[in-house]
C-alpha cells in the first residue's frame, strides 16, 4: 500500500518512529453471498480490502474509497463488525505503526471488481467455501461479518 502523503510529512519531522494510526477494512458481499477479496502487490497474499483514513475523513467514507479505489467495486457499509488495536508494525523501511482497526460489513452496490490501482495483484469474489489461503486477520473478520452479533471488541483486562 503506498503510503499516503500525509504519513510522508509526518516522518520526514519524525523519522521512523511509532506512529499510531487508524485504519479501516471491509468485509464486502455481493448479492451471491460471495466475499471480495485482493491479492495484495507487495506480500502476494489474499486479504479483504484495507486501507488508512485521510485526515478528518470518516471511517465509513474512508472503507467507501478504499474499495472502490483498489478494486472498483462501489459498496455501502451495513454494520461495523469489530474495532480492534493490531499490534506493532515495522516495515522493511524501519518505519513504525500500530493500527487501530475499524472493521465494516458491506454490500456490493455496483462497479465490477478488477484490480484499479497498483496495490492489488488480482481481486475477485470467492464463494464462503472456496477462500483462498488467508492470514487471520482476514478470516476472523469474515468470520465475525458472518455473525450477528453485536460489534466485536477485545474485552477489557482488569488490572
Known amino acids: 500500500m503506498p503510503?499516503?502523503?500525509?504519513?510522508?510529512d509526518l516522518r520526514a519531522s519524525i523519522g521512523h518512529q511509532l506512529l499510531y494510526l487508524p485504519g479501516v477494512s471491509a468485509v464486502v458481499f455481493d448479492d451471491q453471498?460471495?466475499?471480495l477479496l485482493g491479492r495484495r502487490a507487495d506480500n502476494g497474499r489474499w486479504t479483504i480490502i484495507c486501507g488508512i483514513p485521510e485526515p478528518g475523513e470518516q471511517p465509513a467514507t474512508?472503507?467507501?474509497?478504499?474499495v472502490e479505489e483498489e478494486t472498483a467495486v462501489r459498496c455501502v457499509p451495513e454494520r461495523i463488525v469489530l474495532v480492534r488495536t493490531l499490534a506493532p508494525v515495522t516495515y522493511p523501511n524501519d518505519d513504525k505503526c500500530q493500527f487501530v482497526d475499524v472493521c465494516f460489513r458491506c454490500r456490493a452496490v455496483g462497479g465490477e471488481a478488477r484490480v484499479?490501482?497498483?496495490e492489488s495483484l488480482d481481486v475477485?469474489?470467492?464463494?464462503l467455501d472456496a477462500l483462498p489461503e488467508m492470514e487471520d486477520?482476514?478470516?476472523s473478520r469474515i468470520k465475525q461479518a458472518l455473525e450477528d452479533g453485536p460489534t466485536w471488541f477485545e474485552p477489557i483486562v482488569a488490572e
Do not use: H, M, Q, Y
Request: charged share 35%.
Open 137 to 139: 486477520f482476514s478470516l
Open 33 to 35: 453471498d460471495r466475499v
Open 124 to 127: 475477485g469474489w470467492f464463494p
Open 116 to 118: 484499479n490501482d497498483d
Open 3 to 8: 503510503t499516503p502523503d500525509f504519513i510522508r
Open 62 to 66: 474512508a472503507v467507501v474509497r478504499e
